[in-house]
């Protein structure tokens, strides 16, 4: 059984930084396809950042410059460090992973930006 636990989101003032983490209860392979998400309220789930199958990475428009995404395989984490965060980060931040033609989700973690 794959989880995912999100944490390290928070509320934070416009222009700061916050770094969520994502912790795997399995291996993660440097071939995974792993990759954080998030979902403002009325608005669809969008992918922020991500791992591909080759172990580059991908970034949304909004958040390329400002957002680095980042995995430590010995621990099974993945990271989202988010600098220079703006009011429109506001959402819920989830980490997904597919494998095998499974796709996992975390929870979720807030993250509140107050500008």
């Known amino acids: 059984q794959v989880e995912l636990v999100e944490s390290g989101g928070g509320l934070v003032q416009a222009g700061g930084s916050l770094s969520p983490s994502c912790a795997a209860s399995?291996?993660?392979?440097?071939?995974?396809?792993m990759g954080w998400y998030r979902q403002a309220p009325g608005k669809q789930r969008e992918l922020v950042a991500g791992f591909t199958s080759s172990g580059s990475t991908n970034y949304a428009d909004s958040v390329k410059g400002r957002f680095t995404i980042s995995r430590d395989n010995a621990k099974n984490t993945v990271y989202l460090q988010m600098n220079s965060l703006k009011s429109e980060d506001t959402a819920v931040y989830y980490c997904?992973?597919?494998?095998?033609?499974?796709?996992?989700w975390g929870q979720g973690t807030q993250v509140t930006v107050s500008s």
């Open positions: 399995v291996y993660i392979w440097g071939t995974d396809v």
């Open positions: 997904n992973l597919k494998r095998f033609g499974n796709i996992y």
